[in-house]
């Protein structure tokens, strides 16, 4: 794909003047003649336009009249000249479009009543607009609908072949699933090969299609668009934080549509570094689990063996009494709780104020510990913020980006649209390391597979190649000297070799990354669930430090070492201080002076300095005792840790275990209490994306049966305890933060942040480097179990909470397959739908297999969604020192034909 | 002059002129032939336009005509009608409403939504008699509507008739909707690298 000038950072474009309509327009060379148009403030009508990719030129709308030409031009297709003489308006233009109209229509049905564009149909507008009223001679095309997709169906009698699918599919998601196909003497979109649809289902041409050809098969012919209410809210599945159009009648929710849309086509190709605001399949089809059967209508107490429904009143009685009770008797360190990363701003601060004020303890947890808080911690501990410093923009203009342990168009697909971006308008190179043959390992510059469980292996690799190459900078390391030298003796001992015998990259391979990473002008590192979701992570963020910081990439504008999110406010959690290391505003817990403030601010005395309790000792204290009580929000420990964290065992013992949460989950099915909450689309309240953004989350639908928001019945309850709040809406709680917190509501807008590296590297750099690099210990273990176990997350699903939609679990069911390597399978001589057994330090499991060609060779994969059979079972957990993150994602297994 | 009109009024006086005169109009009336219909017994027989209980209509061969679209919910000035349509599960594809709600104690009768429908399935009949104990009755649901519509199948023709919406069955059938067939097969075989 050619890059436009205009919109190439790194190139100047040629000012050029033109006249349009008799006004002189200074414009950039080389860019289309509609964008210019358009620049202008002038909509000249074009249906196959759209701003995120180059101009197609099919339907011949956007005619214009040029100074020395007999017939109109198309505007879209022609490149903007000095000295051109532009018409836009005029008779002859209105006559000319009126025929390309009347062309569309004259083989397009007229079923208009029965389609489900009706009143959201640009052909529809531009037929009205000019004012065709008869055609001469229309005929019928009578093609079949194609409806073998899972959730798109295709009635290419409606096509109007403006390959505004194709091209977005193609050009901006680099996904190419579709294709035009001359059958039955029309040119007709087919997906490839004319098969049935099999892509990643973002439906992103089923938003720009300006007809009814591509209709969404979860809404088709239920609604007309005017019936429906659409709400702008922010999605609640992963850390990118997309913004979307919850379209709901009644009770209901309909669809889900994107700002990327037909309607939408006019911007500046620029600005879709910030986004080109489509969606993906979990976004725009996996909204049914909002108004889904299997919610939580009513409030559940155990009565017996039982969990019966009760009035919120009874529920609430008995729940504050319990946990007044449990206070009175043993204290409030018998108390504890956890949240999800689901939740809100808003409701994530209310409760950690509910456990320090409330229960007045510090053992409380969110789900930002099974990852996060290893980047949140090792970047605080570097460069002072708990963020990654990079936003999407930047992402997309740089120029090398390192992207380790990351499967990245699985996790956060939107974010993967970015370096897709990068990739193809501004030719960054990506180097892709990972243990899977991932989607962007596919489309990268230089894609390198490598043996599971050595991320951190390869980081050494890298520094060590860098030093060795001099690609360092001397300008910042001579500010620390002392620091690089310690970083020098640290990798001493580390050779290429050595590195790439363990890890399978090759000593050239690494020299190249290093190359690639350390001479660009901008180059990111993007790590996740490899790297931060894995032992060592909080180490291994770190090195990745330590190699931005020679090269000298660290606070340099448009570099930095960053992260995704699973859950979409991982970031507002850490940022509101749901974790007992934590103040709101990442303060430390132990800072005198922010506990103070805390303290004033709050009217109470804090929890002790020092005490508190993270995920898994809260668990612990739970087995032993210590903790009698558990609240619990939207986690599910239960289905999540494998079983040698003897949740089961733990929660057992706790006299009372509330849990509220939208569905009745497997930890809820064991507790004494269920308060039934609200989804995201039920309530106000704002997310902080993985870039750091806080986004608005709005109520799109009246709370389904007597649920109520979490924050709401968090304010009850901590009324109930004693406490003396006032909050009406999540508003209130807002301006509550805006207060504590200045500035943390930026307009939606990243807050920038200079990272300071000198107070790290000046202060104990020398002491802790050293540790960092060494040698891992050599385990026999590896020799009896060659595979690698992996559990990760799949395009189709996000957590649990995904499995509750059916329409996801429609398009990605729950194999109960093991997913493996074809060369593997041949291997151990079993084909598809056969047994294995597997077998861990942990357990052993049959199951059966499927081939994968996305599984490295030497590692199988199993979808952590899915308990079914219970492969987590098999994992054992590693609990980090520093962070407390317990990584359980990846073990070394055995695998015989059973 | 002056004694002309005095002998009228002594013999107007002396006949009891503005009795009669009065009277006339009584004995007018006595025979008369009386204008009062006995309703009920009686019924008043109306104009083809006249715009009585909506009726959803069926094709001659009992398909329903309604395709669910939505314009008469959207044409509807007292906004008293409510579609809900899907995809029928008898027949792939085809759309039709699966509730239909006219709710008659809000309906104006202005017509709107017979104009504003793209396959004439709505039609107003002759029917004018509402009354009911239950005012819940008057919440005609999809049901009710053919069954008027099958009631009053004539009256309802001619008021598309009057109306210039339709003349005749061949008339309804242009505007009749064909959905077409589904491909559920590929229409190719796969190719061999995925095979």
Not at chain 1, 259 to 266: D, I
Not at chain 1, 778 to 802: C, E, F, N, T
Not at chain 1, 819 to 833: H, Q, T
Request: neutral net charge; aromatic residues 8%.
């Amino acid at each position: 794909m050619g890059l436009k000038p205009a919109t190439n950072p790194d190139v100047e474009a040629v000012a050029i003047e033109l006249s349009i309509d008799g006004k002189t327009v200074t414009a950039k060379d080389g860019v289309s003649l509609y964008d210019v148009i358009s620049s202008t403030g002038k909509i000249i009508p074009a249906m196959c336009y759209h701003y995120t990719f180059d101009p197609f030129g099919s339907c011949g709308m956007c005619l214009v009249m040029q100074e020395g030409k007999k017939a109109p031009i198309r505007s879209c297709t022609a490149k903007a000249a000095a000295g051109m003489v532009i018409r836009t308006e005029g008779d002859d233009l209105f006559q000319a479009r009126k025929k390309a109209v009347e062309k569309h229509l004259s083989v397009h049905p007229l079923d208009c009543p029965v389609c489900d564009a009706d009143g959201h149909c640009e052909l529809q507008d531009m037929a009205f607009q000019h004012g065709v009223t008869n055609l001469a001679n229309a005929k019928q095309k009578f093609i079949p609908e194609d409806t073998r997709s899972p959730v798109l169906d295709f009635n290419m009698n409606r096509c109007i072949a403006c390959a505004e699918c194709i091209n977005v599919c193609k050009d901006v998601l680099m996904i190419d699933a579709l294709q035009f196909m001359k059958k039955g003497g029309f040119n007709q979109v087919v997906p490839k090969g004319d098969l049935a649809l099999s892509c990643e289902f973002c439906g992103d041409c089923l938003a720009v299609c300006p007809v009814g050809a591509i209709t969404n098969k979860f809404s088709k012919y239920l609604y007309k668009p005017w019936q429906m209410k659409k709400t702008t809210t922010t999605c609640n599945y992963c850390g990118d934080g997309c913004q979307m159009h919850l379209e709901t009648k009644d009770a209901e929710v309909v669809r889900v549509t994107s700002p990327l849309s037909w309607k939408n086509k006019w911007g500046d190709r620029a600005d879709t570094a910030k986004g080109h605001g489509g969606l993906c399949v979990r976004g725009r089809f996996g909204f049914e689990y909002i108004d889904s059967a299997a919610r939580l209508k009513q409030p559940l107490l155990r009565k017996g063996n039982q969990l019966v429904e009760v009035p919120w009143l009874e529920a609430m009685h008995q729940v504050v009494e319990q946990f007044s009770e449990i206070r009175r008797k043993h204290g409030p360190d018998s108390i504890a709780g956890l949240i999800t990363a689901r939740c809100t701003n808003e409701e994530l601060y209310l409760f950690q104020k509910l456990m320090r004020t409330g229960f007045r303890t510090n053992q409380f947890d969110s789900s930002a510990r099974y990852g996060h808080l290893n980047f949140v911690h090792a970047s605080r501990h570097a460069l002072g913020i708990g963020r990654s410093p990079n936003d999407w923009e930047d992402l997309t203009r740089a120029k090398a980006i390192v992207l380790i342990g990351s499967n990245l168009t699985e996790t956060n697909p939107l974010t993967a649209v970015r370096i897709k971006e990068a990739l193809r308008v501004y030719q960054a190179q990506v180097v892709v390391i990972d243990s899977a043959i991932t989607n962007m390992a596919k489309l990268a510059s230089h894609p390198y597979l490598i043996s599971p469980g050595t991320e951190g292996l390869v980081i050494d690799g890298l520094v060590k190649a860098t030093l060795e190459l001099g690609l360092i900078d001397e300008e910042t390391i001579g500010k620390h000297p002392k620091a690089f030298e310690a970083l020098k003796a640290a990798v001493a001992h580390v050779s290429l070799e050595q590195v790439a015998a363990k890890t399978g990259m090759s000593v050239e391979a690494l020299k190249t990354t290093a190359a690639i990473f350390a001479e660009a002008p901008r180059s990111i590192i993007l790590c996740a669930e490899g790297i931060v979701r894995q032992s060592d992570g909080y180490q291994n963020v770190l090195k990745l430090m330590d190699l931005a910081w020679i090269t000298g990439k660290l606070g340099q504008p448009g570099c930095g070492v960053n992260t995704v999110t699973e859950e979409p406010n991982e970031q507002g959690a850490v940022d509101m201080g749901v974790a007992p290391e934590f103040l709101p505003g990442q303060a430390s817990f132990n800072d005198q002076v922010a506990r103070d403030r805390f303290a004033k601010a709050w009217d109470v005395t804090l929890p002790a300095a020092g005490s508190g309790a993270n995920l898994v000792e809260i668990l612990k204290r739970c087995k032993s005792g210590q903790i009698r009580a558990l609240y619990v929000i939207g986690e599910n420990p239960l289905a999540t840790l494998p079983a040698s964290m003897e949740v089961r065992a733990a929660l057992d013992r706790l006299e009372l275990l509330v849990v509220q949460d939208p569905f009745l989950t497997e930890t809820a099915r064991m507790a004494h209490a269920v308060l039934p909450a609200c989804t995201s689309a039920e309530k106000d309240g704002t997310f902080t994306n993985l870039e750091g953004r806080v986004l608005r989350v709005r109520e799109a639908l009246d709370p389904v049966g007597e649920s109520l928001p979490d924050w709401h019945i968090m304010t009850a309850l901590a009324n109930a305890l004693g406490c003396q709040w006032e909050y009406e809406s999540s508003n209130d709680i807002q301006a509550e933060i805006m207060k504590l917190l200045p500035g943390y509501y930026n307009l939606g807008q990243p807050r920038k942040v200079v990272p300071t590296v000198d107070r790290y590297l000046s202060n104990g750099y020398a002491g802790e480097v050293a540790a960092r690099y060494r040698a891992p210990v050599a385990s026999d273990a590896k020799v009896q179990r060659p595979y690698g176990l992996l559990m990760g997350q799949i395009l189709y699903h996000s957590g649990k909470m995904s499995t509750e939609a059916p329409g996801l679990i429609k398009i990605a069911p729950n194999t109960g397959r093991l997913r493996m390597n074809p060369e593997d399978m041949k291997r151990l001589a079993v084909s598809e739908g056969g047994k294995v057994r597997l077998t861990s330090d942990r357990g052993s499991l049959q199951v059966a297999v499927q081939p994968d060609q996305s599984v490295a060779p030497q590692t199988c994969f199993f979808p952590e969604h899915f308990n079914e059979p219970p492969v987590k079972d098999l994992m054992s957990v590693q609990v980090d020192p520093t962070t407390g993150v317990p990584s359980f994602k990846r073990i070394g297994v055995t695998i015989e034909k059973a | 002059m002056r004694v002309t009109v005095l002998i009228r009024n002594i013999l107007h006086a002396a006949l009891f002129y503005e009795i009669w005169d009065a009277m006339k109009v009584t004995f007018k009336h006595m025979f008369h032939k009386p204008i009062t219909f006995q309703y009920p017994r009686e019924q008043r027989v109306l104009p083809d336009t006249h715009r009585g209980a909506l009726a959803l209509l069926r094709y001659d061969d009992h398909q329903e005509r309604c395709v669910g679209c939505d314009l008469c919910e959207a044409a509807c000035p007292s906004r008293c009608i409510k579609v809900i349509s899907s995809e029928d599960a008898a027949r792939p594809l085809q759309r039709f409403a699966s509730e239909f709600y006219i709710d008659i104690t809000k309906c104006v009768f202005c017509g709107y939504c017979v104009e504003a429908c793209p396959v004439n399935a709505l039609a107003m009949t002759k029917m004018y008699e509402f009354s009911t104990h239950d005012k819940r009755t008057l919440l005609f649901d999809k049901k009710r509507l053919y069954e008027i519509g099958e009631r009053h199948l004539d009256d309802a023709k001619k008021y598309l008739y009057a109306h210039n919406q339709e003349q005749n069955v061949e008339e309804s059938r242009e505007y009749r909707y064909y959905f077409p067939q589904s491909v559920l097969k590929p229409t190719q075989s796969q190719p061999k690298h995925l095979g």
